[in-house]
């Protein structure tokens, strides 16, 4: 069975930094390319991150870039999410996942995890 444990969200000042885990099982993960999606209250899931099976490519959402660095650990079947200056629109429910895609427009479900609140304060 496919599983993602996401952990580390909280509350954080504009400005700050908060670092997301992703701990996932239930499939060969090396194989798979990663992604983290974030869904803000009333607005459709937006994939902001992805990384390569062997983590040697990676690509952002035009509203991370540069602020945001995904990274993972194949050993300890392991992604993380480095988030660095940190604004209020960043605030979200975060999620890991495999394959990822943009044209998913609900986080959540089948084969995800319950996600990380992340909340940046004004």
Known sequence: QVQMVESGGGLVQ??????LSCAASGFT???FAMGWY???PGKECEL???ITGAGDSTHYADSVKGRFTISRDNAKN????????LKPVDTAVYYCNGD???????????????????????
């Open 78 to 85: 392991m992604v993380y999410l480095q988030m660095n200056n």
């Open 48 to 50: 902001i991150a992805t």
């Open 29 to 31: 993960f090396s194989s």
């Open 100 to 122: 990822p895609s943009s044209t998913i427009i609900h986080c959540g479900g089948r084969n995800w995890g319950q996600g990380a609140q992340v909340t940046v304060s004004s």
């Open 14 to 19: 504009p400005g700050g930094s908060l670092r």
């Open 38 to 40: 974030r869904q803000a």
